[in-house]
């Protein structure tokens, strides 16, 4: 605790104006010439303008439609009563989240612009990249992981394969006949697919697509056959028989469909290629403003009604702290960096 010298009435002039602050307000004129901080209830210091001041915006770098952006469609409807301020989302698509990333980096650090990454920009694309044009280190500062999604491995219906060991053996047989879908090399698509033909020792032909929606025409029409795709919109296809599903991407199955074997206990020991996404601020963001959005996103979050929803589309909520956050991306940034080195795959 700070001790002052009891304080008499100070006089403030402006032009031909002035007036005395009372007593009552001595106290907030001494430490604010101090250069003390004062603050209210929910961390705001005075002085400061009372965040939030207008609209918040969300840069989502996915389309509109996938799995990720109804993640933060749903977290915006709750953010935006707390907050007490519009919460729009721009989608800013490309480069494996990359764009998106960016252009958060760049944007002022007031709490008024947010993203919510995938694990591709925060943690792969650094080993993946020759060369970023932002530092997820330094030019970001964690929020909240907000929630965990496994992939699941789905095939047309007409591939002759009923489990994972089934595919990989028609794969062999049938060198190069199997194409694949993925949303841009790097992300936990492309990569757990890759993962899959470097341990299987079998050869599938990629194809990319502008976004997880966009490729089920394709495998629904048979164009491709194969796609780790996202389990809350793959799901509900293979429950129509569009797809068939084999098997979850996370080392733990699924709630969503518990039926599902892991990729582990398909045969692939340690397979883990699920994606996460994460609330970001822009570098330099004030302390008291990530304290106050990590606040109401893990009140979101522990909503039982979100949970609910987010439980239905195969997604486990997380709402850890900033610093809880941080390590989980130091953690994985050496994982995924010994994969993509094993894979031999480099972007400029």
Not at 276 to 294: D, E, K, Q, S, Y
Not at 300 to 321: F, Y
Request: glycine residues 10%; aromatic residues 4%; charged residues 15%.
């Amino acid at each position: 605790m700070v001790s002052l010298p009891k304080a008499r009435p100070v006089s403030l002039k402006c032009g031909n104006l002035g007036r005395s602050i009372g007593k009552s307000k001595t106290w907030v004129a001494i430490m604010l010439a101090s250069g003390l901080s004062l603050t209210t209830a929910d961390g705001t210091a005075l002085g400061q303008a009372q965040y939030p001041s207008g609209t918040v915006k969300l840069i989502v770098g996915f389309p509109a439609g996938t799995a990720p952006d109804t993640l933060a469609r749903l977290l915006t409807d709750r953010l935006q009563p707390a907050l007490g301020q519009p919460v729009i989302i721009e989608n800013a698509v490309g480069a494996g989240g990359n764009m998106a990333a960016d252009r958060a980096a760049k944007a002022q650090p007031d709490g008024h612009t947010l993203l919510l990454a995938g694990n591709a920009a925060l943690v792969v694309n650094q080993s993946l990249y020759e060369k970023l044009s932002f530092d997820p280190a330094k030019d970001l500062v964690p929020i909240s992981q907000v929630a965990i999604t496994p992939n699941v491995l789905v095939v047309h219906p007409e591939v002759p394969a009923k489990s994972v060991q089934e595919l990989v053996a028609f794969a062999k047989a049938k060198p190069e006949e199997l194409a694949y879908g993925h949303v841009g090399v790097g992300t936990s698509l492309h990569l757990a697919a890759e993962l899959l033909k470097q341990a299987g020792g079998i050869s599938m032909r990629a194809v990319a697509y502008r976004g997880g929606n966009t490729i089920y025409p394709d495998l629904i029409a048979g164009r491709i056959g194969v796609c780790f795709c996202n389990i809350s919109t793959a799901l509900p296809l293979a429950r129509e028989g569009k797809v068939r599903a084999l098997a979850v991407t996370s080392l733990k199955r699924s709630p969503a469909a518990p039926e599902l074997p892991t990729m582990e206990e398909a045969g692939f020991p340690g397979f883990n290629a699920q994606a996460w996404f994460g609330l970001m601020a822009p570098a330099g963001t004030p302390a008291p403003v990530i304290a106050r959005l990590h606040r109401e996103t893990a009140e979101a979050l522990s909503d039982a009604s979100m949970r609910k929803i987010l439980g239905e589309l195969g997604m486990v909520p997380v709402g850890n702290s900033p610093d809880e956050f941080a390590a989980v991306v130091k953690s994985e940034i050496p994982y995924w960096d010994k994969i993509i080195k094993v894979l031999g795959l480099k972007l400029q």
